[in-house]
């Protein structure tokens, strides 16, 4: 059973998140991958601990954020600042099918690595460029940084608890969003541009920038905003268009209630036993629930705060009241739902040990992803050399020796 991508190569130039997001992707569907990477240092997420320990209980430089970007790639060392190294990528590049690189706009032409100097090497390449802003305009110099794009895409503006309310100010999200944000629409685009390639032999270049990433990502909010002329606003964990819809605390924690509509809204009073709340005016309909939101807040919160909340979502979902916990990590892999889709999985890693990995999201019934270790540091070097460039043992021991490998 082939894997999609089978025999695909990729020249992988990024680091960080957003670039090797989107080539995680292309490694889950089978491509073979090699990821260059600088000698002696590395992505620079192997810095960012926690770190994996080795068999032989040594620490690592395979931290959990390296793990989680880079899973079924090929490691190779080549430092591209010397022009040797930089002249080994490009005979690499000259053999695969797709490029992917995240350097600031425009850095990569001095070492001949840049769309132009690899299109003249091989002509249908497929070449993807992921920077901060674009590789033009007033901002394509800056670098780039997830919490930066999430302030200026607006995203934060509208994620926190409102003004004035308690810890009232605007808010990130803890994962990098407009990262992976941003990798999960390269890589929709470098299939698009392979399945363009299969039916024309052409090649193209892509232009992915975070920037647009992000304030796509704003859709709704953002159309609104130019339809009606209102600025949105943070709404905290509460759903603007709905009521009761919004975070509640249980006498064990907190728990989300959705119940928008009015049989939802019906069947919650009857859970919670106030079922006069059904034919108040007040909260007769949506609107009107939406208009009183924190009078039916204040019926309703002191109720949900005697239950339990495994009792109470065992009786909402009964009712068919849309509800959910909001779980700690160590709750999420101990929910029955996540143990039943396998999301945790542990992968055999060259450092003896096996390694945790998240199982990807794609799911194909023809042709599954394989799920591989991401590779040490360097781990692929001498192979890849050997078998795509031809060098025998002694040059790459000679190009170890000068610092380009």
């Not at 690592?60 to 079924?72: P, Q, V």
């Not at 994620?159 to 992976?180: E, F, H, K, V, Y």
């Not at 509509?261 to 007769?284: H, M, P, S, W, Y």
């Amino acid at each position: 059973m082939s894997a999609i991508l089978q025999g695909i190569k990729v020249l992988d130039l990024t680091r960080v998140v957003a670039g090797p997001w989107a080539t995680q992707n292309l490694a889950d569907m089978g491509a073979t991958v090699y990821k260059i990477e600088k000698p002696g240092d590395g992505d620079d997420t192997r810095k960012m601990g926690p770190f994996l320990t080795s068999a032989d209980g040594q620490q690592t430089n395979d931290s959990a954020f390296f793990l989680c970007c880079n899973r079924g790639k090929q490691s190779v060392t080549v430092d591209i600042s010397q022009p040797e190294g930089a002249d080994l990528v490009r005979r690499l590049a000259a053999q695969c099918d797709v490029v992917v690189e995240n350097y600031k706009a425009g850095s990569l032409k001095k070492y001949g690595l840049d769309y132009d100097s690899i299109r003249a090497l091989r002509a249908d390449i497929i070449y993807c460029s992921v920077t901060g802003f674009g590789p033009d305009g007033p901002y394509a110099p800056r670098p780039a940084y997830d919490f930066i794009l999430q302030g200026m895409a607006g995203l934060m503006s509208t994620c926190g608890q409102p003004d004035g309310s308690p810890g009232g100010a605007p808010m990130r999200t803890a994962i990098p969003l407009t990262d992976i944000l941003t990798g999960l629409y390269a890589s929709v685009a470098l299939m698009g541009a392979l399945y363009h390639r299969k039916a024309t032999g052409e090649g193209q270049y892509i232009d992915a920038a975070m920037l647009d990433a992000s304030v796509a990502a704003n859709g709704h909010l953002a159309l609104g905003y130019h339809i009606s002329g209102k600025v949105p606003q943070r709404a905290g964990n509460t759903n603007p268009v709905a009521s009761p819809s919004e975070v509640f605390r249980c006498a064990d924690g907190h728990l989300i209630i959705a119940a928008g509509n009015n049989g939802q809204f019906a069947a919650l009073c009857k859970v919670l036993g106030c079922a006069e709340l059904i034919t108040d005016e007040r909260f007769g309909q949506n609107m009107e629930r939406v208009n009183n939101r924190p009078l039916l807040r204040e019926l309703i919160a002191a109720r949900i705060g005697t239950w339990k909340s495994a009792d109470l979502v065992a009786s909402l979902e009964q009712a068919a009241v849309p509800c959910g916990p909001i779980n700690s990590m160590d709750e999420v892999f101990a929910d029955p739902q996540v143990k039943h889709r396998g999301l945790l999985m542990k992968l055999p890693h060259a450092s003896g040990v096996d390694a945790p990995s998240l199982r990807s999201p794609l799911r194909f019934s023809a042709t599954p992803v394989e799920m591989r270790a991401p590779p040490q540091l360097g781990e692929h070097t001498e192979q890849t050399m050997r078998e795509m460039l031809g060098m025998t043992e002694a040059e790459v021991r000679a190009y170890r020796a000068r610092g380009v490998l």
